[in-house]
């Protein structure tokens, strides 16, 4: 497994080979680093709510009343260059601006840039080989102060492993809950298969 430097990030980039490396828009040349790529914060925030009901449920039973995760959060858009205020111990879920396709044999580690992680802001997330789509962010402010985050800013940043040896395509291309987006998503957390089987185990009990 090999981190990709910045010659390397340009050649696959450039490549027109299935197994190449889309990002787009790259607004600036100056967005591939030494061993990573800056990422910008997209338009589109998913905000989390409060309720009345006492805790989002992940292992739902369906005789019972069950409210979507989805309804735990408020949907909300900025143009670029407009401000977003993050709010102390709030979850926000949104995505990059770039559209990116990844090869099959090259993963991505997503973290925030040191200016937005000294602000209390973290970012620590993975992306899987044939990943497409723009990169989801989940946004936590753990500062004491509100923060104003600008759409477009230079965010997060992607470093990117090339795995040595054959990558089976089967299992890179098989269905993804969160694949292919533009947009953020709520939690898929209810629709993991080991949640039904979980549940029949405790009513069996």
């Known amino acids: 497994m090999n981190l990709l430097h910045n010659a390397r990030i340009r050649e696959l980039i450039a490549s027109s080979a299935s197994d190449s ?13 030494a061993v990573a790529l800056d990422l910008r914060l997209g338009y589109d925030f998913l905000v989390s709510i409060l309720t009345r009901k006492p805790s989002i449920e992940t292992a739902t039973d369906p005789v019972s009343s069950h409210r979507a995760i989805g309804s735990y959060f408020q949907e909300t858009r900025r143009e670029l260059g407009e401000k977003f205020v993050l709010y102390p111990h709030q979850i926000v879920l949104c995505t990059t601006l770039e559209y990116i396709s990844l090869p099959h044999n090259v993963y991505a580690d997503i973290l925030s840039r040191s200016s937005y992680t000294r602000l209390g802001v973290p970012v620590n997330t993975m992306v899987q080989p044939g990943f497409r789509g723009c990169v989801p962010l989940e946004l936590f402010n753990h500062g004491n102060s509100p923060i104003e985050l600008v759409v477009g800013s230079r965010i997060c940043q992607a470093r990117f492993f090339e795995i040595d040896g054959v990558v089976n395509y089967v299992e890179t291309t098989r269905p993804r809950k969160y694949f292919a987006h533009v947009r953020p998503i709520v939690s898929a957390a209810d629709m993991d298969c080991e949640i039904e089987r979980l549940r029949c185990i405790a009513v069996k009990l």
């Open 21 to 33: 490396l889309f990002v787009d828009p790259l607004l600036e040349d100056s967005q591939i680093g």
